[in-house]
């Protein structure tokens, strides 16, 4: 009831493409569902996060798409640039518990 | 502001020694959290500390420990080192419970390698 599980694994898309990161929770009672970013050698940043009251959320070129029935929540990256190869983490955390439960990952290359 | 910072950056310990990593939350933030990342677990929760008091704590042995001192500060103690333990361990400050936001800062994490 904790997971959350996150696909691809691994994504490569043409620069100006659209890249899109997948997240499917089980517990109904988290309420919050960050995105971070890593890059090699360096602590997660956060993307952009969302709450269940919405269903959609933009941030420049980073928009999340959330899906409360389906329990599913989506990270796409519009226009996409070589700077923005990293690998993603989808997240999820309940009330004011700062225990976030994180995706797997999501290995991002962007082919110039 | 400063953001998280974390000593030290790298680690080589054997197995059987203890290490202590330590966390300085960014000024203002009174809350830390710890996180263990490895290829193959990914990034999971070890505990978080609020105002000197653990708030709460993953799935990890008791050898596994930490504090948070007066000025938020915050350390986290591995004892009788194993080979699985090598890992990033990452350290996370927020503002605190009650605040408004659940944003998580982190830091770019203490590198430990077990031999």
């Known amino acids: 009831q904790q997971q959350v599980k996150q696909s691809p694994q691994s994504l490569i898309v043409q620069k100006g493409g659209i890249s899109i990161i997948n997240c499917a929770y089980e517990?109904?009672?988290?309420?919050?569902f960050p995105w971070y970013q890593q890059f090699p050698g360096k602590g997660p940043a956060l993307l952009i996060a969302i709450r269940p009251d919405v269903s959609e959320k933009k941030e420049g070129r980073f928009t999340i798409s959330f899906n409360k029935s389906a329990k599913q929540f989506s990270l796409h990256i519009m226009d996409s640039q070589p700077g923005d190869s990293a690998t993603y983490f989808c997240?999820?955390?309940?009330?004011?518990?700062?225990?976030?439960?994180w995706g797997a990952g999501t290995k991002l290359i962007i082919k110039p | 502001k400063a953001g998280v910072t974390q000593t030290p950056r790298y680690l080589i310990k054997t197995r059987g020694q203890q290490v202590t990593l330590s966390c300085s939350p960014i000024s203002g933030h009174r809350s830390v959290s710890w996180y263990q990342q490895t290829p193959g677990q990914g990034l999971q929760f070890l505990f978080e500390y609020f105002s000197e008091t653990q708030r709460n704590k993953g799935n990890f042995p008791g050898r596994f420990s930490g504090r948070q001192f007066s000025n938020s500060r915050s350390e986290m103690n591995v004892s009788t080192l194993e080979l699985g333990d090598s890992a990033l361990y990452l350290c996370?400050?927020?503002?605190?419970?009650?605040?408004?936001?659940?944003?998580?800062?982190f830091g770019p994490g203490t590198r430990l390698t077990v031999l």
């Open positions: 997240a999820a955390s309940k009330g004011n518990n700062y225990q976030l439960i």
């Open positions: 517990n109904t009672a988290f309420d919050y």
């Open positions: 996370a400050s927020s503002l605190g419970p009650g605040e408004g936001t659940d944003t998580q800062y």
